[in-house]
T-cell receptor, first 115, second 114 residues
Framework: TQLLEQSPQFLSIQEGENLTVYCNSS?????LQWYRQEPGEGPVLLVT?????EVKKLKRLTFQFGDARKDSSLHITAAQPGDTGLYLC???????????????FGQGTTLQVKP | DTGVSQDPRHKITKRGQNVTFRCDPI?????LYWYRQTLGQGPEFLTY????????KSRLLSDRFSAERPKGSFSTLEIQRTEQGDSAMYLC????????????FGQGTRLTVV
């Protein structure tokens, strides 16, 4: 079973539409990160959220960390073809002082934005 | 460029051969991680170093896999007697913060075992 469930796995939309990607777990995370990955490249860090209820904005992207630090969402407003890619959520489990920083990844959401 | 650097970017090898990958982390980062990613999946944790000490290894890391970080700087990941199931993208990441993790990834090494 996947510790971090990401949905949807695939999303194909038209330019200008809005979308939301969800990342859910039954475990509590000390922090959660969102990455974007292009084919054949490594993941690129978009944002880190650490406080329950935290909201961060990056241009047209809005990231939210759930109050209980078990879930997160990524909302894109007015999607553009340049937003096409694989979006990954990744969390660091909250386990007291022995936090190694090991990341648990969701399966990823493949987003295609058509012109 | 002061980001995480991985070498080679691509490796094609015959089954049974040994391969070694190198990772150069961001210079001030004391934490280094190796992950493996197969097509259509998110990366999976393999192992973690704090400075030169290897502090955690995943069960995914069979006896054929070994990783080192001899001077707490660059790291190598070796796979012995490669199998077709080892074909994947091998990703290296580094971070510095002990509490709020911000891991930065390299571009990865794509391994194809034929």
């Amino acid at each position: 079973t996947q510790l971090l469930e990401q949905s949807p796995q695939f999303l194909s939309i038209q330019e200008g539409e809005n979308l939301t990607v969800y990342c859910n777990s039954s475990s509590v995370f000390s922090s959660l990160q969102w990455y974007r990955q292009e084919p054949g490249e490594g993941p690129v860090l978009l944002v880190t959220v650490v406080t329950g209820g935290e909201v961060k904005k990056l241009k047209r992207l809005t990231f939210q960390f759930g109050d209980a630090r078990k879930d997160s969402s990524l909302h894109i407003t007015a999607a553009q073809p340049g937003d096409t890619g694989l979006y990954l959520c990744a969390g660091s489990l909250a386990r007291g002082s022995s936090n190694t920083g090991k990341l648990i990844f969701g399966q990823g959401t493949t987003l295609q934005v058509k012109p | 460029d002061t980001g995480v650097s991985q070498d080679p970017r691509h490796k094609i090898t015959k089954r049974g051969q040994n391969v070694t990958f190198r990772c150069d982390p961001i210079s001030e980062h004391n934490r280094l991680y190796w992950y493996r990613q197969t097509l259509g999946q998110g990366p999976e944790f393999l192992t973690y170093f704090q400075n030169e000490a290897q502090l955690e290894k995943s069960r995914l890391l069979s006896d054929r896999f070994s990783a080192e970080r001899p001077k707490g700087s660059f790291s190598t990941l070796e796979i012995q007697r490669t199998e077709q199931g080892d074909s994947a993208m091998y990703l290296c990441a580094s971070s510095s913060s002990p509490r709020t993790v911000q891991a930065f990834f390299g571009q990865g090494t794509r391994l194809t075992v034929v």
